[in-house]
């Protein structure tokens, strides 16, 4: 008897596991579009959202689109290799940003062009020694690696 | 000789006094010298500098966040199924540690998020999928806290395991397939190339270690406190069911 009881009790706790699994999935995906962080350059293009929709942008800095024009006001391309955006930014920008190197902005897109409200540098998960690299450079063999 | 038998209380207060000297020692040792290494003898990173030296706490602290979690999953899963009572009590006594822990990653990933990212704190998936984890443990151990009775607390806090388990960790998993956060990627993967150079990669993984030990050594000695708390519970009610 006490054998039927604790088979009974898998039964349910594998029963309610499934449920809960399949409940959280169907949750993920009709908010899909909801949690979605940021947006690409091919999204945005493709379908631009309107001058008052506040979102996130996220790409790469387009080498050599950089320019600091006048105070603290930049502006650059931001690519998914694809497609691209201009981004203008006035403020701080953190220690991470710079050219071909991953970017999330947050702002309204007016008459084609980005105007962000706040910059984030997005981070790749690898980590090598400032000696490494700088040797790596000074031989012409270091590839940066894509974010 | 079965695994189960250290189910017994008395079995597992012997075999835990005998191991908690040893893993503690283990700890000190692996913690000293992983986090002096990692911290004082590496070079600088190349982008981030000397602020990428916090990887060699935010990265055990994340991990075991999660793993504190999965092992509280595994034991009320035993407690709902065969119940042994020491546990369900190494769930309830592992939870703060993990939700300590939670905290702690969280706060080391704002430090360096500040300067590197420009920002201490943004809803990506990963760092939402953590504020979500430490809710579910400051829910469960308010559920312990809640109930007198104590196989009904088991009960009912093991079914929470459950349902966190489902959450935070398909949460944090699940959102990789459709959405990419700020958060980078995983730096230690076991399918993938390295991405962490070799001279941080030993000390990352000694701290590592010395993190996984002293959870270990942590959770050893708060199920001993829970066992004999059950116990001096169970006596204090037979001497008053006596007197």
Known sequence: ?147 | MSLWEFANPVKFIRLSGRLLPWVSGLTVICLAVGLIWGLFFTPEEARQGHIAKIIYIHVPLAMMAINAWGMMFVTSLIWLIRRHHVSVLAAKAAAPIGATFTLLAIITGAIWGAPTWGTPWVWDPRLTSFAVLLVFYFGYMALWAAIEDPDKAADLTSVLAMVGTVFAFLSRYAVNFWNQGLHQGASLSLDKEENVADVFYIPLLLSIAGFVLLFLALVLLRTQTEVRARRLRALMLREGANA
């Open chain 1, 1 to 147: 008897m006490i054998g039927q009881k604790k088979k009974r009790r898998v039964q349910l706790i594998v029963v309610g596991m499934v449920l809960l699994a399949a409940a959280s999935a169907l949750i993920g995906f009709g908010f899909r579009q909801g949690i979605q962080f940021f947006r690409s350059p091919s999204e945005v293009v493709e379908s631009p959202p309107g001058p008052d929709e506040l979102f996130r942008i996220g790409g790469l800095v387009e080498v050599g689109s950089l320019i600091e024009g006048s105070g603290e006001t930049i502006t650059f391309i931001v690519t998914d290799n694809a497609k691209t955006v201009p981004v203008s930014y006035t403020g701080i920008l953190p220690d991470l940003f710079d050219e071909g190197q991953g970017v999330i902005a947050l702002g309204h897109l007016r008459e084609g062009t980005f105007y962000a409200t706040e910059i984030l540098a997005k981070h790749d998960e690898s980590y090598m020694p400032k000696e490494v690299i700088d040797s790596l450079k000074e031989q012409g063999l270091y590839e940066a690696p894509d974010s």
